[in-house]
């Protein structure tokens, strides 16, 4: 078997993403068949063509793929041609897209010779086996626990056709299908112990400018209805010693991010607590970990470690989904909305956390109106992101079972994302989706943290805002295909104007055209130190010579540069930024408005030093009379 193959393939929605469970696949293989595995990633940008073209120059005895809702369609086009080109060549799939109706997509592809069932860590090492290991036959396969395959599929010739008879879940149709010889279920297998699993980030090389995604425990203890993880409600937490040692390993190679894969990480109180812990006593001030909670079950000691945590060590992702009662129920959701409130708050408070918030829109009893006021309302916690999803109705869970009760119509090709509900039309869907895309631009940016505030004021709410934003763009169609950054600034500004226009008086409009401009052009250099000087930015002819004497002055005593060396007043001038404000520039604290100060005043960037939450960067208000100074 020295020539043996085995290739696991992983197709990643992003270049920057990996794929952890082939790389814990090939971990757990005995170590004697490990050179026989090869792993290979591609992303779903790359063409079919390419891939089919590459699987076949690596010549591989055996083929293993991954299978997700963001590779399933294009793993399904690679399943179509492989048995054009590699008819002799044994194929099986593993993972959430094809556990749950593995006999249904052994009748659709002919090129699959099994399904990997559920976990595969220990059915995987028993295929290498089966493969490497000399033991191959219909009665090798019959021993692996958690498979499905076709019989007759032992690797000595093409597989059987099957028609797609199968429905998953009809254990009649699988007994009847079993009786015929088609196809053969083997046992369950038990769940994974994951403290036996091996790391799987020994060499860091695959994982070069990549998310670093990690486990410390498996199995959720809720049912919310629409995750999978709600079919196995039992939590298993990987031994904690070993858990520290590993997290040292990512903190000693200065990893950019970890993300923790947990489904919900703080389930378990003593655990999270020590590896906060052990974070905070251990920060290498570089790697940053991102973490999925539940913020109505942290504790007061949690928000108490949390809260002494460098700015920019952790990232918080909370799931509100919504804040309908009845929706919430329905779901089988247990949610205090008051209480995330008050978490989120609090987290804010030390500005040392990111907090991501997510929403999901056609969950059922939300309607339109509903979903609007959740959105609202998880708007005004603030976070640094709110994502708006769009139901995923996936194959296994008990949303999907109740699909047809709800009239809850969805895409037959993956995501499998909700297209209406007894509650939510395709029309009312297609405005949330537009709102979807403004808060990406506007909100989830980061870019805008001054401006919109301020003209979101003029609205009744948040969602208002984005609606209108989107129906604007809508009339301006060129906007969302511009690659400069500033016109969006620009469509932000004519949008307001637009908006502010009606009713107010000359002067009113003249003020708040000249607020909103500089508004922009702060928020503008607050994140880049643009070369290229936006129209709407005005011109710094008039305070030339101001800006040029304050860098000469920072070249001969450094006030506010300090940390820029030998660099002279020209070089200061390129690598920062001055711009001059002659409306009220205010000082800031958390966001708010706090005080006014004299203008005219010089406002200087500096972007060697960032906010490890906003990636903003350093600013210095200096008044012109030189008698006092903001520096944030």
Known sequence: MDSMKILLIAINAKYIHSNPAVYSLRAGADEAFRPFIEIVEYTINNRCEEILADIYRRKPDVIAFSCYIWNRSMTGSLLAELPKIMPEVPVWLGGPEVSYDAEKVLGQYRAVTGVMIGEGEETFRELVEYYCGGTQGREGLQKIRGIAYRTGSDG??????????????????RAEKNAQGKICLTPERELTDISALPFLYEDLGPFENKIIYYESSRGCPYRCSYCLSSIDKKVRLRNIDMVKKELQFFLDHKVRQVKFVDRTFNCNHEHAVEIWKYLAEHDNGVTNFHFEIEADRITEEELRILAGLRPGLAQMEIGVQTVNPETLREIRRKADTDRIREVVERIEENHNIHVHLDLIAGLPYEDYDSFVHSFNCVHAMRPQQLQLGFLKVLKGSYLYEKAADYGLRYTDAPPYEVLSTKWLSYEQLLQLKKVEAMVEIYYNSGQFTHTLPVIQAAFPDAFSMYLELAEFYEKRSGLFSSPARSSRYEALLDFALQTERIGKKEEKMSEYVEMLRQLLTFDLYLRENMKSRPDFAG??????????DFYRKEEACRRYLSGYGG?????????????????????????KRTEYLAAPAM??????????????????????????????
């Open 567 to 591: 660099y002279d007043s020209r070089q200061l001038a390129k690598m920062t930024h001055m711009e001059v404000f002659d409306y009220p520039v205010w000082e800031q604290d958390a966001g």
């Open 603 to 632: 406002v200087l960037f500096d972007y060697h030093v960032r906010d490890a939450l906003t990636y903003e960067a350093r600013y210095v208000v200096i008044p012109t009379d030189e008698e006092r100074t903001s520096d944030r």
């Open 539 to 548: 011109a710094l002819l008039p305070y030339k010579q101001m800006i040029r």
């Open 156 to 173: 000595e010739g093409q597989p059987e056709d099957l028609e797609e008879t199968v429905v998953a879940g009809d254990r009649a149709a």
